[in-house]
């Protein structure tokens, strides 16, 4: 499995599964057969209300557990120092598991004090309950303040990224401050499936739209997790690491720009 190196020099997996909106039974299968295939990075969220679902399959696979990259998120009304800690016990005690890859905050919140929030985050780094520590949904704005106060803590910034929202400053922001971007709906919620340009081209080098989109956003170093309900797009989305295709074509997924976002919750801070 292809791999970036996050700034606390732990691997991290370009090709992750999103388990948004799996849940119960058909959650544990697919995180089986994902693992099966050779997938080593899970992410969920305490929002996702799934992670006693994926428990069961990181248990059935047998993969010693420093193979494995999980990662989850805490909640932006769990952001207070004695909450986050709590809320991570409960991630860790959901999932079975005695650390985290990488633990985020899920979205930002302008009403509890960030220092709150990174002071626990390094306090659980310390006690060794996770590896790595991001965040989600966050701005420059947002990242300056973080590395002003905690230089080197956060490890990643998970985002929307797709050919319809390509957020080219703020990944060269992280870029240049050593946080790696992950992508966040790949895919546009399926939207690239109905754009004839994207499915021209992936007819054009053999491709499905999807492995065009997602080679396009690994080549930008880019974490991708994308989300999948069957077997098929386990094993296409996993083919992306193996392949081919000239500069060119993915340099012309860089010009479907819209600035068009579609994950904008009333308590956003995007501004």
Sequence with gaps: MKSIILNSGQEMPVLGLGTWQLNGPKCTEIVKEALEMGYRHIDTADAYENQQDIAPALRASGIDRNELFITSKVNRLDLHYDDFLKKTDKILNELEIEYLDLLLIHWPNKDIPIEETLKAMAELKVRGKVKNLGVSNFTESHLEKVLDLYPGLISVNQVEFHPYLYQKALLDYCQKNDIVLTAYSPLARGMVFEDNRIK???????????????????????????????????????????????????????????????IAPSFHEFW
């Design 200 to 262: 021209e081209l992936a007819e054009e080098y053999g491709h499905t739209p999807a492995q065009l989109v997602l080679k396009w956003l690994v080549e930008k170093g880019i974490v991708v997790i994308p989300k999948a309900g069957s077997t098929a797009h386990l094993k296409d989305n996993l083919e992306v690491l193996n392949m081919d295709l000239p500069a060119s074509a993915l340099e012309l997924l860089d010009t479907f720009n819209e600035n068009r976002r579609l």
